[in-house]
T-cell receptor, first 108, second 114 residues
């Protein structure tokens, strides 16, 4: 079983749609949680950190449920430029543990 | 300012050859990480340096893989007797200090072993 599990998608949504990604992790000792974005043939870039209290950055909302070991990302009012792979990431030391990523394709 | 840079951007080699991949972290970043990303997968941790020393090398797949950071800045990942299964994108990341901080990734080196 992978340490971080994500649905690989692809999720194909029209512009303006709301889309949600989920992720589960197996190591209950994990302390830090992130969503990274990766464009095709590019390096991963931090989208946002995830906190138990939930956090929002513009159209993006991330949520962590430690009891269920579950992380979510909600994207509202999808833009064409949101098309990318979204990587769920956990850490309990200095190294990052990545999920396989969920591919999002936003169409006009 | 300059981000993490990696050279070469692409490397094609033959099975059994030796390769070196270089990473220049962001100036002043003391922590440096190597990851490997295969097609359709997320990056997988290989090794982490704090300063000149390897703080965690638990992700290196076998003893054909070795990495150094002799002066606490540039790092080189070395792969001996390459195998076709080593083909992947090798990503380097740096962060200002150890701990669970944002890691800034370089563009990667795409290694193809024929």
């Amino acid at each position: 079983r992978k340490e971080v599990e994500q649905d690989p998608g692809p999720f194909n949504v029209p512009e303006g749609a709301t889309v949600a990604f989920n992720c589960t992790y197996s190591n209950s000792a994990s302390q830090s949680f992130f969503w990274y974005r990766q464009d095709c043939r590019k390096e991963p870039k931090l989208l946002m950190s995830v906190y138990s209290s939930g956090n929002e950055d513009g159209r993006f909302t991330a949520q962590l449920n430690r009891a269920s070991q579950y992380i979510s990302l909600l994207i509202r009012d999808s833009k064409l430029s949101d098309s990318a792979t979204y990587l769920c990431v956990v850490s309990n030391t200095d190294k990052l543990i990545f999920g396989t990523g969920t591919r999002l394709q936003v169409f006009p | 300012g300059a981000g993490v840079s990696q050279t070469p951007s692409n490397k094609v080699t033959e099975k059994g050859k030796y390769v070196e991949l270089r990473c220049d972290p962001i100036s002043g970043h003391t922590a440096l990480y190597w990851y490997r990303q295969s097609l359709g997968q997320g990056p997988e941790f290989l090794i982490y340096f704090q300063g000149t020393g390897a703080a965690d090398d638990s992700g290196l797949p076998n003893d054909r893989f070795f990495a150094v950071r002799p002066e606490g800045s540039v790092s080189t990942l070395k792969i001996q007797r390459t195998e076709r299964g080593d083909s992947a994108v090798y990503l380097c990341a740096s962060s200002p200090r150890q701990g669970q901080n944002e890691q800034f990734f370089g563009p990667g080196t795409r290694l193809t072993v024929l």
